[in-house]
């Protein structure tokens, strides 16, 4: 039984919308390389401890600790360099007694090693620089000077210290940061099972609407709504699938609508802000099948008039018809939206700026405001600057860089106040 | 005459390398619908007046102001309504004194009204709702009243006050972002001059180094460099171009990064951490030409063996071969030489969070120190965790959702102190 509200605020409005969110996506298997940005849909797990040998983080000499105990500058523990460990090869070199082995960093420790000495610890016993900062290898054997002791397993990566065999390294509905690849590569996992990008169908509506390449006469306006929904679908992971402008008739929306909704996950209509053409487009997404409208509005300036809503568990979302309320609205919605599709649970954090406000803000308590405002730097530091303007012109977004929020229970903002500006 | 430095602060260290880019990248024209991220190359001037038409902001009539002053509940004003100007169309009724014009939100004004009384705000003459809620119009001539005065400009959006013609809207060196690839829709502007994007050349070396599909065998570990700072590369609008593995033999580098240099912008080596292979990446990238290494290290833990050079113009990276220190760098000189490339003049500002730090940790003054943290909710607000590990291990990175940084002049920071973390 779906429930119904007229407004809620933004946090509740969005759970709302998450519970009938249940369309599953389809996996798919893609090289690693090209899977930043994409979502896991299976955890993975380390199909081999990293490092698979015990590597030196220093240049130095692999040693056996205990022939370094009591050494010191005035009494020196002698070893003698029986070979070296060059890089990319096993560590061949077996270590008697007092012996020692010549390692890069990054380079395999030998089996009877169990520590390294770094080099600006050794001095040869002529009292000269110890030969491993060249390339080229010295005659082995060779005797040095240890003049610090080192403790097991020093200056030594263990097998498993990075990843243990069998860990479960990401979880599934992790989103891939190029770290995370570089994670997978380094284990050898060359392909990654991947949630299908969501396709998100883009439906503009309003008899004045055109398209940008069209030359407007008076009482026409160039679809905007269309091209910046897409970009946020874009930086969310998301496949935009624009239907191009509709006329404002209930039929021709209706039709529009179901086609789009039947081949993309998610629905995103942007009508005008007219009474009558938001019914219309309330109606329309009832007709497209259960539970329909879940919300006729949400609690913020810009961006009451939001039509929440989701059909057969994917999210149906109804925008403002004018730029400002249509982008911040959706970034709102369908972008966390876009997220969940993917099963992604825990949104990615969104990054925010402190900075003094340069201006007094009048707000409403009961409403959650958004204030685009522009950053700039001044003698006191940061300055977030509102750019004021009716929620109809998209210059007041192209001259921002972030929004500033007025929680709900606050009456407004005042000069000189310490805000939280979130960046586009 | 270049300037040579041993070790800087990072602030000093980028300006000191941006004096160095001096390569000018061609522009070229595209669609401005796939300009997302892409840089600006020439100012853009608006080439109309945006709106272009006065248009209503309310659903309700269009009016003569001076016919509705003074009205009010008690005393409301009678106007005549002659006609709707539909959606789309010009405004043609022409309003006579006490006439008024029906008008829906975001329509055009006919030339002879100067405000818009909203719909709230009127009756019909016989107390009933204003026909206006519906898409079908009633048969004109009809009566209202008005309940409240309304000025001259009341709830209109003027020509121009979104843009002016002929303003600069965006500047050159600006990344584009939806927005303002929708502002430049809304004013037909379909193409766009960008910088080409920068062509980012990235070698690894190291005898120890395999491709990621490759079994590696006791001694070898596979690339993850290449693709970390690939993945960082795409991010920041760059192409990256790999090229390969080159083993660890000066003639070998050497050759591939004059020609890797030849056909890109900018180059990034990746080599082992080890000192003799450091020496000899110094000396290949001074081999390339002038200015060569500007920089042979940096104040920062990790990265302080960082090569920061610049060739004919170009910026070029030596980062030590431990993915989290090359990351971390490559993030600090990389990503800011790219966007430098491309003529960006104000680096975009990195998103940040504050958040309670959960451990102490220690640091060295006259150092930058960077720590990668994982952000947790607690009941006491959020909770920046320190993960701590070698900076050859890449799972700290992939452990973690953001850095510490730890300033030059502070000895360390203690549990439960206010931390920026930088998200990545």
Redesign the interface.
Known sequence: MPEFFNVLPPDEARELLFRHITAVLPAETIA??QA?GRVLATAVTAPHA????R?S?M?GYAVRAADTYGASESLPAFLQVVGE???????AVALGVGQAAMV?????IPETADAVVQ?EQTQTVSGGQSP????QSPPFPFEIEVLRAVAVGQNV?QVG???RLGAE??PAGHSL???????L????L?AVSVVRRPRVGILAT?????M??????????????S??????V??AGGVPVRGGIIP?NFDALATAAANLLAETDMLVMSA??????R??TVQVIDGLGAPGVLLHGVATRPGKPTIVAAVGGKPVLGLP???VSA?IQFDMFGVPAIYRLQGVQTMP??????ARLGQNIASESGREDYVPAR?QDSADGLLAMPVF??S????T??NA?GLIKIPLNKGGLLAGEWVEVR??
Chains 1, 2 share one sequence.
């Open positions: 690693t390389q930043n990293l490092p698979q040998f590597r983080t240049d460990v060059p890089m990319g090869q096993p560590a890069h960093t990054g380079g395999m080099i491993i900062s060249t390339l990566l210290e990075d990843v390294i990401l940061r190029p770290q995370d690849v570089g994670g590569l380094a284990l050898g060359t309003g008899d004045e609407v055109i940008p390449e069209e030359t407007a006469v008076p009482g026409q306006i160039r679809d905007i709504n091209y910046t929904v897409a970009g946020l874009e930086l404002d005008g802000s007219s009474v009558s053409v019914d219309m018809g004018n730029p982008m954090r969104r990054g925010l700026v402190w950053l303007g009716k109809n012109l998209i210059y977004l192209v860089d960046l586009f």
